[in-house]
T-cell receptor, first 112, second 114 residues
Framework: QKEVEQDPGPLSVPEGAIVSLNCTYSNSAFQYFMWYRQYSRKGPELLMYTYSSGNKEDGRFTAQVDKSSKYISLFIRDSQPSDSATYLCAVSTSNTGNQFYFGTGTSLTVIP | EAQVTQNPRYLITVTGKKLTVTCSQNMNHEYMSWYRQDPGLGLRQIYYSMNVEVTDKGDVPEGYKVSRKEKRNFPLILESPSPNQTSLYFC?????????????FGPGTRLTVT
C-alpha cells in the first residue's frame, strides 16, 4: 500500500470555480502535511503547510487535514488560469529531517 | 538568489556507463534529498542527507549512490545505469529547523538510458 494516494486527474475547471484536491494517507504517524505546486518543466514549490488536524487559510487557498479519516484536502477559491499546474500532497512523520512521501500529483487546468 | 542547481539538465546515455548528476545549493541548508518523478508513480525519494557525511536511504535507493562531502553539494551517482532508471530527477534542500518542511527543488534533470 502506498503511503499517500492522490487522484491524478486531470481536472479541468472554468475560471472562478472552486477547486477541491484530495489525498489519503495510510500511516497515522504522519503529523506534517504539505501541498506543493509544480508548473510544467519546473521543480515543485511549497504552497501550504499544516501540522496535525485542522484548517489553514492563505489567500485563495485552504488546506484541511482530517486525521480521523486520514484525509487531506486543498481548496482553491476563485480559481485563475495561473493556478494551472500539478498539485502534489506530501506527508512527513517528524521535523527532524525525516523522509517525505509525495502523492502522484493532480493536474489542474483552469480555463479562462 | 537562493537556488538549487542541477547539472546536467538533460542527459542521454547507454546502459552501464557510469554517470554523476551534480546538485548544489547556496542557502546553507543542512538537509538535501534526491527524488525521481515518473508518470503514475509521482515523486519518490531516493536518498537524503541530514548533514555532511550523513546519508540515508529513501524509498527507491537501489542502483543509486550519493555522497555528502560538503554541505552545499549532494551528487547522485549511477554506477551502472539501466533503462528503468530513465526518469526526471530532482534535487531538493531545506533547513533542519524553522521552515524545515519547505524543500527547495532544483530545475530537474531528465535522464534517458538506452
Amino acid at each position: 500500500q502506498k503511503e499517500v494516494e492522490q487522484d491524478p486527474g486531470p481536472l479541468s475547471v472554468p475560471e472562478g470555480a472552486i477547486v477541491s484536491l484530495n489525498c489519503t494517507y495510510s500511516n497515522s504517524a504522519f503529523q506534517y502535511f504539505m501541498w506543493y505546486r509544480q508548473y510544467s518543466r519546473k521543480g515543485p514549490e511549497l504552497l501550504m503547510y499544516t501540522y496535525s488536524s485542522g484548517n489553514k487559510e492563505d489567500g485563495r487557498f485552504t488546506a484541511q487535514v482530517d486525521k480521523s479519516s486520514k484525509y487531506i484536502s486543498l481548496f482553491i477559491r476563485d480559481s485563475q488560469p495561473s493556478d494551472s499546474a500539478t498539485y502534489l500532497c506530501a506527508v512527513s512523520t517528524s521535523n527532524t529531517g525525516n523522509q517525505f512521501y509525495f502523492g502522484t500529483g493532480t493536474s489542474l487546468t483552469v480555463i479562462p | 538568489e537562493a537556488q538549487v542547481t542541477q547539472n546536467p539538465r538533460y542527459l542521454i546515455t547507454v546502459t552501464g556507463k557510469k554517470l554523476t548528476v551534480t546538485c548544489s545549493q547556496n542557502m546553507n541548508h543542512e538537509y538535501m534529498s534526491w527524488y525521481r518523478q515518473d508518470p503514475g508513480l509521482g515523486l519518490r525519494q531516493i536518498y537524503y542527507s541530514m548533514n555532511v557525511e550523513v546519508t540515508d536511504k529513501g524509498d527507491v535507493p537501489e542502483g543509486y549512490k550519493v555522497s555528502r562531502k560538503e554541505k552545499r553539494n549532494f551528487p547522485l551517482i549511477l554506477e551502472s545505469p539501466s533503462p528503468n532508471q530513465t526518469s526526471l530527477y530532482f534535487c531538493a534542500s531545506s533547513a533542519l529547523t524553522g521552515r524545515w518542511y519547505e524543500q527547495y527543488f532544483g530545475p530537474g534533470t531528465r535522464l534517458t538510458v538506452t
